[in-house]
């Protein structure tokens, strides 16, 4: 089994897994290597992209749905904890950056919310509902970094004074996080070059000049125009797909 200990870091309280005889956290046959997360982990404001910048990977592991990715997960795929992680990591660190967390405050709720998917990954019933689960235990991870923070600042009457922040995502920023996946989702399932090309013009800041894309992806400057139109008539229908309209 798994379980979640406080350790300190950096004068905050964090948590890191701990193991114990058994090993790891189980379902069948397959268990979850404690190391795996760990060695796929990056904080993502260590990436070249901005937070708003969809997150790829080049392995044949990006391409797999949720559930076969949980699937390798359980049993030990390093491959797949880094393209799982890789393919949730923007939703889980803008959620704390859209509450106002400084950038570092924000990469240790998502190193917190990473450890407790390792540990609760096993008892997942269906893949699908991952995405809603990361942004219930991201929101549940900011309040608790909050009521950490504000107790080692005032010891006295920490609790009530931060009850009034002990809530659910608004309405309106659970709405918009699900939308912004959504489109990660879309950009994602396009073609490999169709993906590099949507990202440098649109998801960088600044965008790249058509010279620059054109260099990258091995194309004469004058196609962009042209394959850019055709990749966002393939975006537009993957979010159609999605329930965009």
């Given at each position: 089994?798994?379980s979640?200990?406080?350790?300190?870091?950096?004068?905050?309280?964090?948590?890191?897994?701990v193991?114990?005889?058994?090993?790891?956290?189980?379902?069948?046959?397959?268990?979850?290597?404690?190391?795996?997360?760990?060695?796929?982990?990056?904080?993502?404001e260590?990436?070249?992209?901005?937070?708003?910048?969809?997150?790829?990977?080049?392995?044949?592991?990006?391409?797999?749905?949720?559930?076969?990715?949980?699937?390798?997960?359980?049993?030990?795929?390093?491959?797949?904890?880094a393209?799982?992680?890789?393919?949730?990591?923007?939703?889980?660190?803008?959620?704390?950056?859209?509450?106002?967390?400084?950038?570092?405050?924000?990469?240790?709720?998502?190193?917190?919310?990473?450890?407790?998917?390792?540990?609760?990954?096993?008892?997942?019933?269906?893949?699908?509902?991952l995405?809603?689960?990361?942004?219930?235990?991201?929101?549940?991870?900011?309040?608790?970094?909050?009521?950490?923070?504000?107790?080692?600042?005032?010891?006295?009457?920490?609790?009530?004074?931060?009850?009034?922040d002990?809530?659910?995502?608004?309405?309106?920023?659970?709405?918009?996080?699900?939308?912004?996946?959504?489109?990660?989702?879309?950009?994602?399932?396009l073609?490999?070059?169709?993906?590099?090309?949507?990202?440098?013009?649109?998801?960088?800041?600044?965008?790249?000049?058509?010279?620059?894309?054109?260099?990258?992806?091995?194309?004469?400057?004058?196609?962009?125009g042209?394959?850019?139109?055709?990749c966002?008539?393939?975006?537009?229908?993957?979010?159609?797909?999605?329930?965009?309209?």
């Amino acid at each position: 089994m798994l379980s979640l200990a406080p350790h300190a870091a950096k004068g905050r309280p964090s948590y890191q897994p701990v193991k114990r005889r058994e090993g790891g956290l189980a379902r069948g046959a397959g268990r979850i290597d404690a190391a795996a997360p760990r060695r796929a982990l990056s904080s993502p404001e260590t990436e070249r992209s901005d937070i708003d910048r969809s997150a790829t990977t080049s392995s044949r592991e990006g391409s797999w749905p949720d559930a076969r990715l949980v699937r390798e997960c359980l049993h030990g795929s390093e491959e797949a904890w880094a393209a799982l992680l890789d393919k949730y990591k923007n939703l889980i660190f803008s959620i704390p950056i859209k509450q106002g967390f400084a950038r570092e405050d924000a990469a240790e709720v998502f190193q917190r919310v990473c450890v407790l998917l390792l540990a609760e990954l096993s008892r997942l019933r269906e893949p699908r509902a991952l995405p809603m689960w990361l942004i219930r235990v991201t929101s549940r991870e900011c309040f608790r970094w909050r009521r950490e923070e504000h107790h080692a600042v005032h010891e006295v009457d920490a609790d009530a004074a931060l009850l009034r922040d002990e809530q659910p995502l608004p309405e309106a920023l659970l709405a918009q996080v699900a939308e912004e996946q959504a489109l990660r989702d879309a950009v994602h399932a396009l073609p490999a070059r169709c993906r590099q090309m949507i990202e440098m013009l649109f998801f960088e800041s600044p965008a790249r000049p058509y010279q620059e894309v054109a260099r990258t992806l091995g194309l004469a400057t004058g196609s962009i125009g042209f394959i850019r139109g055709r990749c966002l008539t393939r975006l537009r229908r993957q979010l159609e797909k999605a329930g965009f309209r």
